[in-house]
């Protein structure tokens, strides 16, 4: 704003506009003239409006001289890049700024000096772009960065913005949670309308929807949302309110959880898409409940017996089809193991343990006459083929075989106890054998070597008793546990180390065994035979809890025991005990039995169909209750069968090639939602359906395929259920440009009224301003012929016509005045707003009305006292309340006294203020017609019929709603909303 002492022009320069209009068109530099625009009823500079654009700045600008659209709307950039503050501190300040600024955006690209000053209600400022000046190579780098980044920038909001539209149009439910709070960023339609008249934008998910806490779905997001893992539901049950009456419903929803990650990969949102498989998921249940019941009654109505015996074979039939998945786990056992296929006993299989045996010598394929030429005349060759032939198993005990030795390479006796276990195919015809063997060549020795102990021990103590002791000696070094009981009681006369150390600490030499194990009474029975009888005797694996020291637990240990009479001169006079610690065969068997049960459980639990198809027909070796469903069979309807002439319905498919394929090349084969015709069982026909699998080739010890282990699931319901979406999003497609040609045709509609309201806005400002130099010539000229017409006396009609004509003139002016209020609320909307008192602008215009409300004995009753200060124009407050008190005085009803309540209510964002009167009242008709402009209802209270017409276009212009309710002879209420900003309350 200029100062006083500002020089003036030289007296001899004419026309300083035209000198001001030259210089801004001859200037070089841009120059721009402003005016500020406020926010509503605020102080609070929200833009700038183009007054004038010199010929530089619309050429540097690509603009006309006077652009219609506001500094903002045409560079929304200069906010952020601080130009627009910038111009904001030149005018409120009055201080001329000047800055340099880089600005790349809204069209332009280059450094700009920028210069501002304010005069009185204008904005001057004068830019130029440097952009022909010399720029760095550093500028150029940076201009190439961030135009690669701005690029990157606008594919993502694109790819954004068409996200956000195909997941507000979309027929499933959808929203987006983000941060670790799992808070709702985007619900679209569908889900909103899950849970009506709740607010989920903005608020965490437990907060938003508490109900839903403990059914595991926020468990499930902080799983996804910690592990960046997406997660599915296949018909969730969700327990909520769905209704908005406080009642919690069952429906069930086909869910996925989505994890969306930032630039570095963090995850920072979830995507969650429900459909409502409500119905199906009730049919579902039914259908299931349906089908225990049925198989309820079918178990009652079955043996025990059968049932029993069923389960026996089919269990035998799966152990037999596992035993040659067992091979990694029988590779790892101590005991020899082999597989012997065909008549020729060829190796189909063998362990390291039976590789030792045979001195590395084993190859597959071989027959056992070529690995062990050693064993023919033997006899074992003959023991083979009489188990093949039969099908009889064969057992072996302590059996001497004169077996090659790989030190020596000469043959040396070895003592296997042995197994041979005919192998069966699914016609229970033998195929080959089972061949298991243990190695107990120094178990054998070692009880030969006590067995000759002990002979030794018989003949020194039928030659001299006195030798008896040193005989004992020989027992002492022995691995065995040994121990010499004598006569009937069988008391113990000597224990060698090994025996005294299963039961340390405890004395037992001159025991009797009674008095050794007083609980074991069949131990004391089994030496009472062998006593009496003289046959040896036998125990297999007992189980022995050996102590160890102080504060440990026992140890549990196994033994073979023999039990053997011993004589003196042909007398029994005592019973030997010889025990073998064989502890860790019994473990070895006892995890290979764990490990074919666990493998047996996890086949028949997998979550997942599998089955494994061997040899070029693909027979079916197993198949688990997964399957079965897919199938529509029982496995043991089809275990043994090819898969072709098991499932006939599956060929002719495309599977042939498809199978045939995977065994040629060994190379794993994926379909991925295959066309399938699947039996059901309820109907007995086949249905289309459609399923995930993977085809893994199985290979034999040489590398060639040798079958196939099939993996995977039936999709149908999700197949059937994306179809139908992809009919739903084309239906919806179709809708979305109706809609489009719709919102079209009503936008042409919004601007030829906009167009109109504003041609007429225009119209009553330029009438209310034209007409009053008229009026006052009018009212001049009045009093001009009032000095030349006759006086009163000579012409009585002529004062009351003059009363008359000032009186027209007047209600004219009042008229025109309203005209001008009118038309300055369209240019002027709103006051500046400020801290007010409601209480105190109530009182003041109370005070205001009081010889109103003496005069008519008015009672008005106040209640505001909880309605705090608000940030409000305070001229438009008054206004407001000024016109709604009055007029519910004026119109009062003649047959009574006129009470008027004013009430104010504050809500968050909301100033409520409501008048009650109890007056004439309106009907319907009147209602419709009250907030127009000169329309006045009653004739007998003067006014002008603008007053509630202003009001209201006062309330409306702050963003509020003024409505009524009224009764004819009963009275009228108005309130009035008011919308504050989250800072107007103090």
Not at 185 to 199: E, I, K
Not at 272 to 289: C, M, S, W, Y
Not at 567 to 576: D, L, M, N, Y
């Amino acid at each position: 704003m200029p100062t006083p002492s500002a020089p003036a022009l030289p007296a001899d320069v004419a026309h300083p506009t035209g000198l001001l209009h030259t210089l801004l068109t001859m200037s070089l530099t841009a120059i721009a003239v402003l005016r500020p625009l406020y926010a509503a009823e605020t102080a609070l500079i929200r833009d700038f409006a183009w007054v004038h654009l010199n010929p530089a700045g619309q050429r540097l600008l690509q603009q006309p001289e006077c652009p219609v659209a506001s500094l903002l709307t045409l560079f929304p950039t200069a906010q952020a890049d601080g130009v627009f503050d910038q111009c904001c501190q030149a005018f409120q300040t009055g201080e001329p700024q000047r800055n340099q600024t880089y600005y790349q955006a809204d069209g332009l690209d280059g450094y700009f000096l920028l210069a501002a000053q304010r005069y009185e209600d204008l904005l001057v400022v004068n830019f130029l772009d440097t952009h022909a000046w010399p720029r760095p190579a550093a500028e150029h780098a940076l201009r190439e960065s961030q135009a690669r980044e701005q690029a990157a920038r606008r594919a993502a909001e694109t790819e954004r913005q068409r996200l956000h539209a195909a997941l507000t149009q979309m027929p499933a439910n959808v929203n987006l949670l983000t941060g670790p709070d799992h808070v709702f960023s985007f619900v679209n339609p569908g889900y909103a309308q899950l849970f009506p008249g709740r607010t989920l934008l903005g608020r965490p998910f437990l907060e938003a929807l508490p109900e839903l806490a403990g059914q595991g779905f926020f468990e499930l997001l902080d799983r996804v949302y910690q592990t960046g893992e997406p997660a599915y539901q296949q018909e969730a049950e969700a327990r909520a309110d769905f209704t908005g009456t406080g009642q919690l419903e069952q429906r069930y929803y086909n869910t996925s959880f989505q994890p969306i990650r930032n630039a570095a990969g963090q995850v920072t949102e979830i995507l969650n898409f429900a459909v409502d498989v409500t119905a199906q998921g009730h049919t579902r249940r039914k259908l299931e409940q349906l089908n225990q019941e049925l198989e309820l009654r079918v178990t009652a109505r079955s043996a025990e017996a059968k049932a029993a015996l069923f389960e026996a074979e089919r269990q035998r039939e799966q152990a037999q089809q596992q035993q040659a998945r067992l091979g990694q786990i029988l590779g790892q056992m101590p005991a020899a193991i082999a597989t012997l296929r065909g008549p020729e006993h060829r190796y189909a299989y063998f362990n390291a343990a039976y590789h030792t045996i045979s001195a590395d010598r084993t190859v597959l394929g071989h027959t056992v006459a070529e690995i062990f030429p050693e064993l023919v005349e033997q006899g074992v060759m003959g023991l083979l083929d009489h188990v093949y032939t039969s099908g009889e198993p064969f057992f072996g005990t302590e059996v001497l075989l004169m077996i090659q030795d790989p030190a020596t390479g000469q043959p040396a006796p070895r003592y296997l106890d042995f197994t041979y276990q005919p192998l069966r195919d699914s016609q229970q015809q033998t195929e080959g054998l089972l061949v298991f063997a243990l190695d107990v060549t120094e178990r054998v020795q070692t009880r030969k070597q006590a067995e000759t102990l002990q002979a030794a021990m018989r003949a020194v103590t039928q030659r001299q008793a006195q030798e008896r002791e040193n005989a004992y000696q020989l027992f002492e070094q022995a691995p065995a546990a040994v121990c010499l009981l004598r006569e009937p009681d069988h008391r113990v006369v000597y224990l060698n180390p090994a025996y005294q150390a299963l039961f340390p600490g405890q004395k037992l030499r001159g025991q009797t065994l009674a008095q050794v194990q007083p609980a074991n009474a069949a131990l004391v029975t089994l030496f009472d035979g062998v006593y009496e009888g003289g046959q040896t005797q036998f125990q297999r694996e007992v189980p022995l809890s050996v102590p160890q020291g102080p504060g440990q637990p026992p140890l549990r240990r196994y033994f073979d025991f023999t039990y053997q009479a011993y004589r003196e001169e042909g007398r029994i006079v005592g019973v030997s005990l010889f025990g073998f610690d064989v502890t860790e065969r019994v473990h070895a068997s006892q995890a290979v039995e764990a490990q074919r049960a666990e493998l047996q459980r996890l086949f028949a639990q997998a979550p997942v169909a599998i089955a494994l198809l061997r040899g070029p027909d693909l027979v079916i070796e197993l198949a688990n209750a997964a399957v079965e469903r897919i199938w529509g069979r029982a496995a043991a309807q089809v275990l043994g069968q090819p898969y072709f002439e098991a499932l006939p319905e599956t060929a002719g498919q495309g599977f042939e090639q498809l199978l045939a394929q995977v065994l040629y090349t060994g190379q794993p084969f994926f379909v991925t939602e295959a066309p399938v015709q699947l039996p059901r069982a309820h109907t007995g026909q086949p249905v289309q359906g459609f399923v995930n699998f993977v085809f893994q080739p199985l290979f034999d010890e040489q590398g060639h395929p040798s079958g196939l282990l099939a993996m995977g699931t039936e999709v149908t319901e999700q197949v059937l259920a994306r179809q139908q979406v992809q009919e739903l999003n084309e239906e919806l497609a179709a809708l979305n440009e109706e809609l489009t040609a719709t919102n079209e045709e009503l936008s042409e509609s919004n601007t030829r009224l906009l167009r109109t309201n504003a041609d007429l806005d225009t119209f009553v400002y330029t009438a209310s301003h034209d007409l009053k130099a008229p009026i006052a010539n009018i009212e001049g000229l009045l009093d001009v012929l009032s000095e030349y017409l006759p006086p009163d006396d000579q012409e009585p009609l002529v004062p009351q016509l003059m009363t008359r004509m000032r009186g027209a003139i007047t209600r004219f002016q009042q008229t025109v005045g309203h005209l001008t209020d009118v038309s300055h609320l369209q240019y002027h909307p709103g006051q500046p707003q400020e801290a007010v008192d409601v209480a105190r602008i109530i009182q003041d215009v109370r005070l205001d009305l009081l010889p109103l409300l003496e005069g008519t004995q008015a009672q008005l009753l106040l209640d505001v006292a909880e309605c705090p200060p608000v940030r409000f124009a305070a001229k438009d407050l008054r206004s407001i309340v000024y016109n709604l008190l009055s007029n519910a005085v004026k119109y009062r009803a003649p047959t009574r006294l006129p009470v008027v309540h004013l009430r104010t209510r504050y809500a968050p964002h909301q100033l409520l203020l409501e008048v009650q009167d109890n007056g004439l009242g309106l009907n319907a008709q009147q209602q419709g017609k009250l907030f127009q402009m000169f329309k006045r209802l009653h004739t007998h209270v003067e006014g002008s019929g603008v007053g509630l017409y202003m009001i209201k276009r006062l309330i409306e212009n702050a963003g509020g709603t003024i409505t009524v309710q009224s009764q004819p002879d009963v009275g009228s209420t108005f309130t009035v909303i008011l919308p504050l900003a989250p800072y107007s309350h103090l």
